[in-house]
């Protein structure tokens, strides 16, 4: 009796995640245009632990997956002339922004769009997937609920602030989403990521699902906004990681936060991010991992053709020596090999 309850209790503690998770970045976005159900599918054919869908808002109030509200780098609409008188300008995060935005269209409209890739200097191959449109939340959802394994998902909240100051706030939409498709709790294969504070205690308010503060090289807006005089550095402090653990379950740091580089973009001895993280209760997955040399450190580049592909195994590898707890990858079927490469 005693060495079961011993181990029910070892079940109880044991982490949702045993071994450093690999989020799908965008879909397969290396393989396939992104934010489209085709890098979904291709990334769940690769062995991806969770897809990772950018979520906006429709002039409807439907969330639909894109990187951003403007649309005209990840879509056709530039030649809809029955769209035309839809381009404008506008400041999002404080920056101006011209072009065609989703919360100016109706999930029918949005839905005679085509996606598109988004780097085809880098990625020609994807530029040969035309039919391909833009998918909202709930086909994600639908997506998952037709795979043979467990797959999670791991959706970011795109600018909820401004959302929110044009009446179209996304929290409730997002946490009523995940609730029909049956995701409402810590055990649930589910993370929600945002780059801003104010959305996250938000979002903890109202469910028990995991959340991700993603930190980059800028400070989140919606502090920057309200004035509160927030830094990078003050957010990967041990008493800023304390702090973020008063609301969320993990960090999602840009990886030079983890791994510096020189003026010359070679790799620098790791930061103590990881384990100030870990210190503070955090689970660490970081961001974002690409094979083409351009996204490389200098050492890990072959050759001079920027899109060539790098050694990123090398990348991937250190990272998981330095104890991350994810990995979002453009390339998910590289990111599984390497990180079952190093469990043997």
């Keep these: 009796m005693r060495l079961l309850l011993a181990l029910a209790a070892l079940v109880m503690t044991a982490p949702l995640d045993a071994k450093p998770i690999i989020i799908a970045h965008r879909g397969a976005s290396g393989e396939r245009p992104e934010h489209t159900l085709a890098a979904y599918k291709r990334a769940i054919e690769q062995g991806a632990d969770y897809i990772e869908p950018d979520l906006v808002m429709t002039k409807d109030n439907v969330l639909v997956i894109r990187h951003e509200n403007e649309i005209s780098g990840t879509t056709d609409v530039a030649n809809h002339p029955e ?13 101006p922004v011209v072009g065609w935005f989703t919360e100016d269209f109706t999930l029918a409209e949005l839905k005679t769009l085509h996606a598109r890739e988004r780097l085809p200097q880098i990625r020609p191959a994807n530029m040969g997937w035309l039919e391909e449109r833009i998918a909202t939340l709930d086909e994600a959802l639908a997506l998952l609920r037709g795979t043979k394994r467990r797959v999670g998902i791991y959706p970011e909240t795109k600018h909820p602030s401004y959302f929110a100051s ?20 810590r055990d649930d294969p589910v993370f929600l990521q945002s780059f801003e504070v104010t959305n ?60 510096p580089r020189d003026a010359a973009g ?14 503070a209760g955090l689970q660490v997955h970081a961001w974002t991992f690409r094979r083409e040399n351009i996204f490389l450190a200098a050492g890990d580049r072959i050759g001079e053709d920027q899109a060539a592909r790098g050694d990123a195994a090398a990348e991937y590898r250190r990272f998981l020596g330095y104890g991350v707890d994810g990995l979002f990858s453009d390339f998910p079927a590289e990111a599984v090999a390497a990180r079952d490469m190093a469990e043997r």
């Design 266 to 279: 070679q790799a620098l001895p790791p930061t103590t991010l990881v384990a100030d993280a870990h210190a």
């Design 166 to 185: 044009i009446g179209k706030p996304m929290e409730k939409a997002l946490v009523e989403a995940l609730a029909r498709a049956g995701f409402t709790g």
């Design 200 to 259: 996250l205690k938000a979002l903890r308010a109202m469910t028990s699902l995991r959340l991700v503060q993603l930190i980059g090289d800028e400070p989140p807006w919606d502090q920057t906004e309200a004035g509160s005089g927030m830094t990078v550095a003050d957010m990967v402090s041990p008493d800023g990681l304390k702090a973020i653990a008063g609301y969320a379950d993990a960090i999602g740091p840009y990886k030079l936060l983890i791994e």
């Design 83 to 95: 769209f035309a008188d839809r381009r404008t300008a506008k400041t999002i995060d404080g920056k």
